[in-house]
């Protein structure tokens, strides 16, 4: 019975502590988050594309190529991902978060890798069979990861 008690015991201040420092870490002041990179809101650039079939396994070769590159040498851009919906095989997100809405333009859109990827893309705009994006500054309300 002392055994189960102490059991019980150890459970629950291993628990506690791990509860409580994930916790903290969930319950960073806004001011805190904006500060960790520097100067405000995180700025966000969604854009939705459909693509012609046949052009979908070379678009995805040649955005992950981007991809590795913009984390590779872009420090400032905090997500740069795309995602595949799950009823229709040939239209994506991609989703881009930079510390502040000047890093889009420099420096990704002037890197020689984007400059190659947005070539590319122009010279097959035949792939696409819809294109549309927005901006917005997050909120700093609810999450983006664990």
């Known amino acids: 019975m002392f055994f189960a008690f102490l059991s019980c015991l150890f459970f629950f201040e291993v628990f506690w502590k791990n509860f409580s420092r994930s916790s903290s870490e969930r319950e960073r002041t806004q001011s805190e988050r904006m500060s960790k990179k520097g100067a405000g809101p995180v700025w966000c650039l969604h854009i939705a594309l459909e693509l012609k079939k046949e ?15 913009v984390e590779a040498n872009e420090p400032e851009t905090l997500s740069y991902e795309i995602g595949r919906s799950d009823e229709n095989e040939c239209k994506f997100i ?9 890093y889009l333009a ?11 990827f947005k070539q590319w893309m122009s010279a097959n705009e035949e792939m696409f069979v819809s294109k549309d994006g927005f901006s917005f500054y997050e909120q700093q309300i609810g999450y983006m990861h664990r």
Do not use: G, N, W
């Open 94 to 102: 991609i989703v881009e978060r930079y510390s502040k809405k000047e």
């Open 55 to 69: 052009f979908v396994d070379k678009f995805l070769l040649k955005f992950a190529e981007l991809a590795r590159h």
């Open 106 to 116: 420099e420096p990704h859109q002037t890197s020689e890798m984007f400059k190659k």
